[in-house]
């Protein structure tokens, strides 16, 4: 018997997130258990009800849908992230990956579409711009997405780039999407000496918060999301 795939849909439009939700509950597989009008209340939901999946549109008052994808992520809870937006451009698309979602899809996505993409982030893949991917997959289409921005920014081999050397392995550290208290146990430093790190990043890249920080790095070459390995402190 197949497993129910349990799901929360969040938009703060009425007549589109009962939409979403009629279509969706025509498939014997699916569950909504849950709808919000904004991201707190998605996140309250989330935390709660633990769906499997959340369905959530990414301009919502409040909390906005890559915002509550970053506090899942955060959280590390367990409900996988499916973004759905009226602006769909490989961009936005990064951002969302960055961020913590597992699928991102425009609002014009047909209802079969969207439940196999559901199906798909559900098995532990990634359905991003039209293509479904492992974390391998993914992590290369993102690389080759990057290229073109790259070569614009530095030469190849050795690109200049504004951090220290310990700054740079924060860095890498953050592209893999590791918290500021993992990272302190990794290079043996102290929570508060990552958070110093981390917050002189923001200022020489002038971003706002960490997922503009790695985007912003990824485009110039200064990491890649393959070539991120950091030994552990001995």
């Given at each position: 018997?197949?497993?129910?795939?349990?799901?929360?849909?969040?938009?703060?439009?009425?007549?589109?997130?009962?939409?979403?939700?009629?279509?969706?509950?025509?498939?014997?597989?699916?569950?909504?258990?849950?709808?919000?009008?904004?991201?707190e209340e998605a996140i309250e939901l989330i935390r709660s009800l633990k769906p499997m999946i959340a369905v959530l549109d990414v301009n919502m008052p409040g909390k906005n849908g890559q915002q509550v994808t970053h506090q899942v992520a955060s959280e590390q809870l367990a409900t996988r992230v499916v973004l759905l937006t009226g602006y769909d451009d490989i961009e936005q698309a990064i951002h969302a990956v960055l961020a913590g979602a597992a699928g991102y899809c425009a609002k014009e996505i047909e209802p079969d579409v969207l439940s196999r993409t559901i199906r798909a982030v559900a098995n532990g893949k990634f359905a991003i711009a039209g293509n479904i991917f492992?974390?391998?997959?993914?992590?290369?289409?993102?690389?080759?997405?990057?290229?073109?921005?790259?070569?614009?920014?530095?030469?190849?081999?050795?690109?200049?780039?504004?951090?220290?050397?310990?700054?740079?392995?924060?860095?890498?550290?953050?592209?893999?999407?590791?918290?500021?208290?993992?990272?302190?146990?990794?290079?043996?430093?102290?929570?508060?000496?990552?958070?110093?790190?981390?917050?002189?990043?923001?200022?020489?890249?002038?971003?706002?918060?960490?997922?503009?920080?790695v985007v912003y790095a990824l485009q110039r070459g200064w990491v890649k999301l393959q070539d991120t390995s950091i030994k552990p402190q001995e």
């Open positions: 018997m197949m497993k129910e795939i349990t799901l929360l849909v969040a938009d703060d439009h009425p007549l589109f997130r009962q939409g979403v939700v009629d279509a969706l509950s025509l498939e014997k597989d699916f569950d909504v258990i849950a709808q919000a009008s904004n991201g492992n974390r391998r997959e993914l992590d290369t289409w993102i690389d080759e997405q990057m290229e073109g921005t790259r070569r614009s920014y530095s030469e190849p081999g050795s690109p200049f780039h504004p951090l220290s050397d310990r700054e740079m392995e924060v860095l890498s550290c953050v592209v893999r999407g590791m918290s500021n208290k993992e990272i302190a146990t990794l290079l043996g430093i102290s929570h508060q000496t990552v958070k110093n790190h981390v917050t002189s990043i923001l200022r020489k890249f002038s971003v706002e918060d960490r997922t503009q920080a």
